[in-house]
């Protein structure tokens, strides 16, 4: 069974630090494409970033580039984000979920999100 | 960006009804287009992929179909289940982009 299980998300100040972990199970991590996609409170969907099977590849949205980095450890089938100069608008449920095999863009498992909540 | 226009924004509809969804995309993406649905509280469910195939497990009562730039999510018998809200992605460019959603209610 495909699992996606995110974690490190809290509370953090404007222009704070916080790094989300995505462990993964249930599949051949390495094999598949990885993404971040977040929902601000009673809103819609926004993709966050995306990187590639083997890591070298990746792609950010307008709204964090320069700001937030994707990565992932295949050895230990788990995806991060880490996220710096965090803004009130970056508050929302982070959610990490898998691309199908062969696809790049569009995920069809999700983990049930983790929440960032950005305030003084 | 890849703009993506979905409406309505909210569709009061039975258990029954046939429900029709669309999206417009803001230029030409292809087939490149999923559909997916969200309860409250829970993460979104892949329901419809490259704009009219259906996802494993999905009912068939779900299609999905493209005109050009236009593309409709269609329930042909509504159930209770399927009272959710309901976005489109379009994956066409490495920006992918959703639509608002769409929340069909009673």
């Known amino acids: 069974e495909v699992q996606l299980v995110e974690s490190g998300g809290g509370l953090v100040q404007p222009g704070g630090s916080l790094r989300l972990s995505c462990a993964a199970s249930?599949?051949?991590?390495?094999?598949?494409?990885m993404t971040w996609v977040r929902q601000a409170p009673g809103k819609g969907l926004e993709w966050v970033s995306t990187?590639?099977?083997?890591?070298?590849?990746?792609y950010y949205a307008e709204s964090v580039k320069g700001r937030f980095t994707v990565s992932r450890d295949n050895s230990k089938n788990t995806l991060y984000l880490q996220m710096k100069s965090l803004r009130a608008e970056d508050t929302a449920l982070y959610y990490c979920?898998?691309?199908?095999?062969?696809?790049?863009?569009?995920?069809?498992?999700w983990g049930q999100g983790t929440l960032v909540t950005v305030s003084s | 960006d890849i703009q993506m226009t979905q409406s309505p924004s909210t569709l009061p509809a039975s258990v029954g009804d046939r429900v029709t969804i669309s999206c417009r995309a803001s230029?030409?993406?292809?087939?490149?287009l999923a559909w997916y649905q969200q309860k409250p509280g829970t993460a979104p469910k892949l329901l419809i992929y490259?704009?009219?195939a259906l996802q494993s497990g999905v009912p068939s009562r779900f299609s999905g179909s493209r005109s050009g730039t236009e593309f409709t999510l269609t329930i042909s018998s509504l159930q209770p289940d399927d009272f959710a809200t309901y976005y489109c992605?379009?994956?066409?460019?490495?920006?992918?982009?959703f639509g608002q959603g769409t929340k069909v209610e009673i």
């Open positions: 979920a898998r691309a199908p095999p062969d696809a790049t863009f569009f995920t069809d498992y």
């Open positions: 249930g599949f051949t991590f390495s094999s598949h494409v």
């Open positions: 990187i590639s099977g083997a890591g070298g590849r990746t």
């Open positions: 230029q030409s993406i292809s087939s490149w």
């Open positions: 490259e704009a009219s």
């Open positions: 992605q379009q994956y066409n460019s490495e920006s992918p982009t």
